[in-house]
């Protein structure tokens, strides 16, 4: 990412010389020649850093210190001269200047010195992208659960997607994974190692999505008293996800579509539009092909969008995952509660699998995280369930089986087998795991009981 220098150089010929040395450093320069110039300037554009000359025309050197640091507490300030005196010297450091360079200077030393401030601004840059994710609570990266077949159809179309840097268009249920694989999508592709930014737009107030999405500058309005970047910006070179896009006001809608068209923006406040590289990724859960019909969504927007659409399936239809999910999220909240519970009981496993889940996932995960607190041993039961998944499905696993009452052990056995079979698509693999048994002998069992 370009960073921008602001040199306010009177001498017209170190003020070439500057910029040359700032551009191989690589900075943008721009210059201004009175200390007016550099005023109007900062207050055009703020820079990332001001090189200036202690004795300018009006106003001088220390009052753009002065001022540069009031109006951005972050900017660095570099001050160039040949007539310091110790007094100035004391007055600029008490004033927030990063360094003193005195003339005649070389060259190399003004391009260390600019070299440096740039891994400084990238790391500071870096910080806090990564300040805003630990404050947005961002959760560590986790692998979407696919074993059933509609889960796989819809990881084959994501796996197509992933490392082609184009829209992605997620729909589906509240808490059907959306988040989930965005974020697999974000780990797969060539931007991986870059940040990956959330928005939950039905969770923002309407005023403020604009605010999250883009910024302020500082003065935009009452409270704005620094410059803010947008999660546009600091997702710069990385991901954005934005859930519940459907939520949106038409005016945010409107903006998002002139940032997918120039991709550029205009921080609130701001008059100098932004060069962003970031990748969008949509989740809406409702159809919004039907809200551009009632005229709730800008259709302009949602052919922008709607380039790879992919619909994730509820977790009704997708039942093989239930327990391999249930499972995940028990390690997971054992190890961070400390809870001794290591494994759902038989009963348990029958009522998460004949739930109907009209909360999908999320509901799921919240159901075993509860569970998890309530343990007090190795075992998750019936008892630790809610009571709606307490009364589902049979009270004893035979009852409701296509099998007389004077079954015998074998016969239920192998319709069990080949119940989960059928529920594993065949995988002989996945459906041992479900049984509890190696695959040598589940062969075996289906050998013998031909």
Not at 13 to 39: K, N, R, W, Y
Not at 43 to 57: H, N
Not at 160 to 183: C, F, H, I, N, Y
């Amino acid at each position: 990412m370009s960073y921008r220098l602001l040199i306010a150089e009177d001498d017209r010929d170190m003020a070439s010389l500057l910029a040359e040395i700032a551009t191989e450093a690589g900075f943008a320069p721009c210059i201004a020649h009175t200390g007016q110039q550099a005023v109007e300037a900062l207050r055009d554009s703020l820079p990332d850093v001001l090189l200036t000359d202690l004795r300018l025309p009006a106003p001088g050197g220390l009052e753009l210190l002065r001022l540069a640091r009031e109006m951005d507490s972050g900017m660095q300030v570099v001050m160039i001269t040949g007539y310091a005196t110790v007094n100035d010297a004391v007055e600029g450091f008490k004033a927030g200047l990063h360094d003193l360079v005195t003339k005649p200077f070389h060259t190399d030393q003004v391009l260390a010195l600019l070299t440096r401030l740039k891994e400084y601004l990238h790391h500071r840059r870096r910080s806090e992208q990564l300040s805003a994710q630990l404050e947005r609570l961002e959760s560590v990266p986790r692998e979407p659960v696919m074993h059933s077949r509609a889960a796989r159809q819809c990881m084959e179309l994501v796996q197509q997607v992933a490392p082609l840097d184009v829209p992605v268009l997620l729909q589906g249920e509240s808490g059907t994974g959306k988040g989930v694989m965005a974020r697999h999508i974000h780990e797969t592709s060539a931007r991986k190692g870059s940040p990956f930014f959330a928005l939950n737009c039905a969770a923002v107030a309407e005023t403020l999505v604009e605010n999250e999405l883009f910024g302020h500058e500082k003065g935009a309005y009452t409270g704005a008293t620094e410059r803010k970047r947008g999660l546009l910006e600091l997702a710069n070179g990385g991901t954005l996800l934005l859930d519940e896009i459907n939520s949106t006001s038409l005016e945010v809608q409107a903006k998002l579509l002139h940032f997918m068209q120039e991709r550029s923006l205009l921080r609130i406040g701001g008059e100098r539009a932004v060069n962003v590289d970031v990748r969008l990724l949509v989740a809406s859960n409702e159809d919004l092909a039907s809200l551009v019909e009632q005229g709730r969504f800008r259709r302009d927007l949602y052919y922008r969008l709607n380039v790879f659409p992919v619909e994730l399936p509820p977790l009704r239809e997708r039942r093989e995952d239930i327990v391999p999910l249930a499972e995940g999220f028990l390690a997971d909240y054992a190890v961070r509660y400390g809870s001794p519970a290591r494994s759902f009981s038989m009963e348990a496993l029958s009522r998460l699998g004949s739930y109907d889940w009209p909360g999908n996932i999320r509901e799921l995960e919240n159901i075993v995280q509860r569970a998890v607190i309530l343990a007090r041993d190795r075992e998750v039961g019936v008892a630790q369930l809610p009571r709606e998944l307490s009364a589902s499905g049979p009270s004893t696993p035979a009852a409701g089986l296509p099998l007389s009452a004077d079954a015998s052990l074998v016969e239920v056995e192998r319709y069990w087998i080949d119940h989960i079979l059928e529920r594993c698509d065949g995988n002989k693999t996945e459906a041992a795991r479900r049984l509890g048994i190696d695959v040598s002998t589940l062969h075996r069992k289906l050998r013998t009981e031909k």
